[in-house]
């Protein structure tokens, strides 16, 4: 399975109900995302900006999609861990690792040589991702891994998909993708803005409305914003 179909099928993944949860009927990520084909998220841009003129915020949104495809790829041995979590439905590898199952870690620790740098979920830190990731960036035989689970729940205490492994794109050293960052902050934005790189960004409430880069850093000064406040 190609990294893109994978994707595809993890962001479509159904990840159950609760009746405390917020979801209502259809308000959770897996369905709404059930309703896109996989080319309405490679159309979806990398990232993108809204301007809230009331307040000067610039909000900006990662595309998870073009985040996890960009890089990553699919070898042997993200084949044989994939094909393990699908077929063994339990998380109950004891390890520092979510959402992996017994089987998966086993065939991982009996075959290779696996070093866990680091246990992650964006939603305990800043973060542009149009959705939740979990996951673990892996050293295996030498080589840059990560299993990722995509949250496709209401509330981000449930809804995560079964956790899948992907080997690290040539070039990154350890990052998922080599040049989308998963977040920038008010000041690293106003820089974008200062030397060109962001135009034309559209209303936060009004996509009929477009401001230009001397309107957005005008707004701002009107504002008194100031970028070490972000």
Same mark, same amino acid.
Request: with cysteine.
């Given at each position: 399975?190609? =990294? #893109?179909q994978? &994707?595809y099928k993890?962001? =479509?993944?159904?990840?159950?109900k *609760?009746f405390?949860?917020?979801?209502?009927t259809d308000?959770r990520?897996w369905?709404?995302?059930?309703r896109?084909?996989?080319?309405?998220?490679?159309?979806?841009d990398?990232? !993108?900006y &809204?301007f809230?003129?009331?307040?000067? +915020?610039?909000?900006r949104? &990662?595309s998870v999609? *073009?985040?996890? =495809?960009?890089?990553?790829?699919i070898?042997d041995i $993200?084949?044989?861990?994939n %094909?393990?979590q699908?077929?063994? +439905?339990?998380?109950d590898?004891v390890?520092?690792?979510?959402? &992996?199952?017994?089987?998966a870690?086993?065939?991982?620790d009996?075959l290779?040589? /696996?070093?866990?740098? %680091?246990?992650?979920?964006t939603?305990?830190g800043?973060?542009?991702?149009?959705? /939740?990731?979990?996951g673990s960036?892996?050293? /295996?035989d030498g080589?840059?891994?990560h299993?990722?689970?995509?949250h496709?729940?209401?509330?981000?205490?449930?809804?995560y998909? *079964?956790? %899948?492994m992907f080997k690290?794109?040539?070039?990154?050293?350890?990052?998922i993708?080599e040049?989308?960052?998963?977040?920038?902050d008010r000041?690293?934005?106003?820089d974008?803005i200062d030397e060109?790189?962001?135009t +034309?960004i559209?209303?936060?409430d +009004?996509?009929? /409305?477009?401001? =230009? !880069?001397?309107?957005?850093?005008k707004?701002?000064e009107?504002l #008194?914003?100031d $970028? !070490? *406040?972000?």
């Amino acid at each position: 399975m190609e =990294t #893109k179909q994978l &994707v595809y099928k993890m962001l =479509t993944e159904n990840t159950g109900k *609760h009746f405390l949860d917020s979801g209502g009927t259809d308000g959770r990520m897996w369905q709404r995302n059930q309703r896109k084909t996989m080319q309405d998220f490679e159309d979806e841009d990398e990232e !993108s900006y &809204v301007f809230d003129y009331r307040y000067g +915020d610039i909000e900006r949104t &990662v595309s998870v999609f *073009h985040f996890l =495809t960009n890089n990553l790829e699919i070898d042997d041995i $993200c084949e044989e861990f994939n %094909r393990l979590q699908d077929e063994n +439905d339990n998380w109950d590898a004891v390890c520092n690792l979510y959402g &992996v199952s017994t089987e998966a870690y086993e065939m991982l620790d009996e075959l290779h040589d /696996i070093e866990i740098e %680091r246990t992650w979920n964006t939603y305990n830190g800043d973060s542009d991702l149009s959705q /939740i990731l979990q996951g673990s960036n892996l050293i /295996i035989d030498g080589e840059y891994y990560h299993i990722i689970q995509i949250h496709n729940g209401a509330d981000a205490r449930g809804g995560y998909t *079964h956790a %899948r492994m992907f080997k690290g794109g040539d070039y990154c050293d350890g990052m998922i993708h080599e040049y989308l960052w998963e977040y920038k902050d008010r000041c690293e934005i106003q820089d974008d803005i200062d030397e060109g790189y962001l135009t +034309d960004i559209k209303d936060i409430d +009004d996509d009929s /409305i477009t401001y =230009t !880069s001397k309107e957005i850093l005008k707004r701002c000064e009107e504002l #008194k914003s100031d $970028c !070490s *406040h972000p």
